[in-house]
């Protein structure tokens, strides 16, 4: 069936590190993929999206690329604020239904 | 610009009581949606609804019930609460004329059941 697999954390760095947070996906079809951001108490925020192969999506300086050859969408940053700490969660949606599919999410603390 | 709205944003709940979830959206989107997120388990969608008059399940509808009379609300109700369900509620809507569109979420309910 369709999942998303992320590693769960938690992924802690010092400010100015460089982020990777793995993401692959099983999915029929060619789906859409996702990034969204959760701050404390907050509901989720789309950070960033892709929707067709080799598709590169960014936002605030997050970068993920549809790599269709791998079914992975690995969010990465050069240099982190502590102000990115938050939970990361990978989504997709596929092309055959309305629903979308949930990573477990990666909780980021970054250390000043 | 509201987006979702959801309340209560806190409700604790002895088991047995029911209680709904209540979920406004302005922005005239056809599909909405639950989740309830709990540690280490993510985003598990309960029901969904691509317009007014129709609803169905997802993976974890057991003691839900939902509703959708017209476009802009989408309750959710708990028919007889358990300490199982203690977990943040989200709710989510999205136009499902744009294809790849994202979804927009609310800022959650968070359930305490004792």
């Known amino acids: 069936g369709n999942s998303v697999t992320q590693m769960e954390g938690p992924v802690t760095l010092s400010e100015e590190a460089f982020l990777t947070i793995n993401c692959t996906y099983t999915?029929?079809?060619?789906?859409?993929l996702f990034w969204y951001v959760q701050y404390p108490g907050e509901g989720l925020q789309l950070l960033l999206k892709?929707?067709?192969?080799?598709d590169k999506g960014s936002n605030k300086g997050f970068e993920a690329t549809y790599r269709k050859e791998t079914t992975s969408f690995h969010l990465e940053k050069g240099s982190v604020q502590v102000s990115d700490s938050a939970v990361y969660f990978c989504?997709?949606?596929?092309?055959?239904?309305?629903?979308?599919?949930f990573g477990p999410g990666t909780r980021l603390s970054v250390l000043p | 610009n509201a987006g979702v709205t959801q309340t209560p944003k806190f409700q604790v709940l002895k088991t047995g009581q029911s209680m709904t979830l209540q979920c406004a959206q302005d922005?005239?989107?056809?599909?909405m949606s639950w989740y309830r997120q709990d540690p280490g388990m993510g985003l598990r969608l309960i029901h969904y609804?691509?317009?007014?008059?129709?609803?169905d399940q997802g993976e974890v509808p057991n003691g839900y019930n939902v509703s959708r009379s017209t476009t802009e609300d989408f309750p959710l109700r708990l028919l007889s609460a358990a300490p199982s369900q203690t977990s943040v509620y989200f709710c989510?809507?999205?136009?499902?004329?744009?294809?790849?569109?994202?979804?927009?979420f609310g800022n959650g309910t968070r359930l305490t059941v004792t």
């Open positions: 989510a809507s999205r136009p499902t004329g744009e294809r790849n569109s994202p979804l927009h």
């Open positions: 999915a029929t079809g060619y789906p859409s």
């Open positions: 892709a929707t067709k192969a080799d």
């Open positions: 989504a997709h949606r596929d092309n055959y239904g309305q629903n979308f599919v």
């Open positions: 922005m005239n989107h056809e599909y």
């Open positions: 609804s691509v317009g007014a008059g129709i609803t």
